[in-house]
């Protein structure tokens, strides 16, 4: 099966009706990738095919939850995972790609162009930072690999709205992250977890979305600085 083949059944099952276009634009996605990769340390995964299978159909799996026509934040977007294949996937939904570092959002840039993405744009911050001015302002937020969760809640939460869901992508064996995320999340205002568990197509790597609710507004003190997250994590 080639690459092509394999990302457009995985893509079915992971992600049923999604737009043919979306095909195209995640293999010109993959050449950009792994070219610029060989100058900037962008993705630890070099194999093609395994673009496709641990980037492209795992973040795929998300791409059933995101709000039909609202805004959803990618935090610690990195190369672009989740937010790039979901933009592609999802164009009914807005995505803004948030990162710390300003390289990888120069290279983000240069993808939203090529692929002519009109619902993604890519912004240079910390979460932290970025949170003063954009309080519960997303219907949802995603993040993948980028800190334990307790640390990710206090990041990622104080954007989201009430009544909107955080989505971390998970290993599938996080349970005793999740309990030590439990106060954090209580703090920053959402409910118990629910946990969405899947198998990326065509592997057998198993892996976990951890969905948190928001049910109440996030008390104005948080996010701390990151020291402090760190230092005294909730
Ligand atoms: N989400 C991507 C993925 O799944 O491949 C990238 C993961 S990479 C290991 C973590 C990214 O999170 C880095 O690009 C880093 O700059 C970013 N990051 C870490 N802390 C951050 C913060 N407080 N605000 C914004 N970005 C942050």
């Given amino acids: 099966m080639t690459e092509y083949q394999l990302l457009e059944s995985g893509l079915q099952l992971a992600a049923p009706g999604f737009p043919p276009q979306a095909v195209d634009n995640l293999m010109e996605f993959s050449a950009m990738l792994l070219e610029k990769n060989k100058v900037m340390n962008l993705t630890a995964v070099t194999d093609p095919a395994e673009v496709v299978t641990r980037h492209f159909l795992d973040c795929a799996a998300l791409a ?11 935090v610690g977007t990195g190369a672009g995972f989740p ?15 948030l990162d710390a570092l300003r390289k990888r959002v120069d ?12 619902n993604c744009t890519a912004v240079h911050a910390r979460a932290e930072d970025f949170a ?9 937020a995603t993040s993948r690999a980028v800190a334990e969760l307790r640390t990710l809640c206090e990041l990622s939460l104080p954007m989201v709205k009430v009544g909107g869901v955080f989505y971390a992508m998970k290993a599938a064996d996080c349970t005793d992250e999740i309990a030590q995320s439990d106060h954090a999340r ?6 118990a977890p629910e946990l969405l568990r899947y198998t990326v197509p065509h592997t057998d790597i198993e892996r976990v979305i951890v969905c948190m609710k928001k049910n109440a507004a996030t008390p104005p003190q948080y996010p701390r600085r990151f020291k402090k997250i760190q230092s005294s994590p909730l």
């Fill in 186 to 191: 209580a703090v920053l205002g959402a409910d």
């Fill in 132 to 140: 003063k001015d954009h309080r519960e302002e997303f219907d949802a």
């Fill in 107 to 118: 290279f983000l840039n240069e993808v939203i162009d090529a692929l002519g993405l009109t």
């Fill in 83 to 97: 937010g790039i294949p979901l933009a592609a996937l999802c164009p009914d939904t807005e995505f803004v790609l």
């Fill in 64 to 74: 059933p939850c995101m709000p039909k026509n609202g805004r959803v934040l990618d």
